[in-house]
């Protein structure tokens, strides 16, 4: 049961599709671009939006583009009207004392305009509006109003919304009433993905989730031609420093995993890849919510040094394994390197 729920407005709470579609074509006409139709709109159209509009209108000045859509929004034909379930959902949280947020992008002044047309405001704790990069706000929410992550899930109908989740450490529940098409929202994998809050409302009186089972990963500690380790500093596991890797998906080959996520974390290529060993991580305090992990965790070889980490990274490091030692390493990765100087296995780190 979660007890507390930052929704996202646009496509979550309110249905503003069709003007944002109108003002956003109304922008593109002023430079003669095509139109978008509303499948094309749905398929194309992501967060943070000023990356939409550098893919579609390179070289314009977002102030001079939010110029001209803000006027447009204000005259487009199509009204916006409040999502079916949504208002029930929200009586149905201050009902049973869910604490409920707003983080949206959505223009501040339009923003509150709507809150008053609709009544909702009461029904929040509190907004965040103007928002251009929710993964950037989301840490301070939490940290603001003393919320847990582990009870606290994101309601968003984009894939920013869920990489904002993640971000965040926090659940991710997708519904697909708004703006990214249900294909896009499938590929970035939510927690939970409904068709409408209505929906959610449904699972969640049933007071829990399908039953937490323990998680899969894969993880690597990566030696360069030097012999020097790379070690990431993560605010998933309480900003101490370890090692990369993830969770292993269906059906894909734990090594395939382990490619995978060092690739999507810190672009790195990796071969001469050995396993070394499993360990169980079972609610650890230092990682950001209770999970059960088993740990598939391998030693393996960088085919270069040119680190780009994602947004679950802060920084990184590459270093002799006995100064990584010295380091405010996590539990599990201290492990690792413990069974790799016990095995001498650092030794296939030297040239």
Known sequence: MFHNLI??????????????????NAVL??????????????????LPYREFYTEVLPHIPLEELEAHFRPAFDAALTPVTVLPHAREKLKWCAALGIRT???????????????????????F????????????????ILETHGLDPAETAFV?????DVETARHGGVASIAVLTGYNHPELLAQVRPDLTVPDLGVLRELLNRRHLPASRPIA??????????????????????HKWGIPGGKIRRGEA??????????????????????????????SPEFMRPEHFILLNYLARARGTEVRLNDEAQEFQWLAPAEALKLDLNHPTRVLLDECFARQLLRHAHP
């Open 7 to 24: 929704f996202d407005w646009s496509g979550t709470l309110v249905d503003d599709l069709g003007p944002v579609i109108e003002a956003t």
């Open 125 to 140: 704790e509190a907004t965040y509006s103007g928002v251009l990069d929710k993964r950037e706000v989301i840490h301070r």
């Open 156 to 160: 968003g109908d984009m894939t920013h």
């Open 217 to 238: 990963t894969v993880g690597a500690l990566i030696y360069d031609h030097s012999g020097r380790v790379l070690m990431i500093r993560t605010h998933k596991w309480n």
């Open 101 to 123: 947020f707003v983080l949206t992008s959505m223009d501040t002044d339009a923003f509150e305009r709507q809150m008053d047309d609709f009544g909702f405001r009461e029904l």
């Open 29 to 46: 006409g002023k430079y003669d671009v095509a139109p978008l139709d509303r499948e094309g709109f749905r398929r194309r159209f992501r």
């Open 254 to 283: 734990s090594t395939d995993a382990l490619l995978r996520e060092v690739m999507e974390e810190t672009s790195l290529e990796i071969d001469d890849i050995h396993f070394v060993m499993v360990h169980d991580s079972i609610d």
